[in-house]
T-cell receptor, first 118, second 119 residues
Framework: DTGVSQDPRHKITKRGQNVTFRCDPI?????LYWYRQTLGQGPEFLTY????????KSRLLSDRFSAERPKGSFSTLEIQRTEQGDSAMYLC????????????????FGDGTRLSIL | AQKITQTQPGMFVQEKEAVTLDCTYD???????LFWYKQPSSGEMIFLIY??????QNATEGRYSLNFQKARKSANLVISASQLGDSAMYFC????????????????FGTGTRLTIIP
């Protein structure tokens, strides 16, 4: 039973550099979510994909952030020109749900990518 | 907009005792879902239990039960016979609509409760 996989687990980079994270959801899950969690807080929603379509983006997702999910399988989250405030845990989750219906299925989370900006 | 409030930043409980973690919520949606997740120090978010807004019975999953009081907008997690391995952060979350399209959803999380089980 393979769960949600995220890579890398940790990323340390200098301010101003670009970083890219990868998420592999549970194989049959059509919905994929990205969240950001800072120290002492709960996760905050960033963006949502249904299959390959990015359907929603939070205002937290500035124009330096871009997410893709080509072919509706894995997803990538890229941050350009990183800033100190981008330091956080980036969590990916996936779930199964019918189009245009809310789901009672839980979102299953990966272990996250912890980003540290020097 | 949805909001989750967890008023207990930290709790200490003796091993084998039951513990209740508080969660209140606010939403204008008629249909919503409530979830509890456990986050150990290693960082992964582990799903524990789910309660739908139209479910008439309180959800139970093994040692976990959810005390759902819709009129009071509360969804407290009860852990029976606590174990040392229950020490972790616990987050209450609500599934609600995001954007204008029906079916597009996100989870809104509270700030969590750090539970420590004392041997």
């Amino acid at each position: 039973d393979t769960g949600v996989s995220q890579d890398p687990r940790h990323k340390i980079t200098k301010r101003g550099q670009n970083v890219t994270f990868r998420c592999d959801p549970i194989s049959e899950h059509n919905r994929l979510y990205w969240y950001r969690q800072t120290l002492g807080q709960g996760p905050e929603f960033l963006t949502y994909f249904q299959n390959e379509a990015q359907l929603e983006k939070s205002r937290l997702l500035s124009d330096r952030f871009s997410a893709e999910r080509p072919k509706g399988s894995f997803s990538t989250l890229e941050i350009q020109r990183t800033e100190q405030g981008d330091s956080a845990m980036y969590l990916c989750a996936s779930s199964l749900g019918e189009d245009s219906h809310y789901s009672n299925q839980p979102q299953h989370f990966g272990d996250g990518t912890r980003l540290s900006i020097l | 907009a949805q909001k989750i409030t967890q008023t207990q930043p930290g709790m200490f409980v003796q091993e084998k005792e039951a513990v209740t973690l508080d969660c209140t919520y606010d939403t204008s949606d008629q249909s919503y879902g409530l979830f509890w997740y456990k986050q150990p120090s290693s960082g992964e978010m582990i799903f524990l239990i789910y309660q739908g807004s139209y479910d008439e019975q309180n959800a139970t999953e093994g040692r976990y039960s959810l005390n759902f009081q819709k009129a009071r907008k509360s969804a407290n997690l009860v852990i029976s016979a606590s174990q040392l391995g229950d020490s972790a952060m616990y987050f209450c979350a609500m599934r609600g609509r995001v954007g204008s399209n029906f079916g597009n959803e996100k989870l809104t999380f509270g700030t969590g409760t750090r539970l420590t089980i004392i041997p």
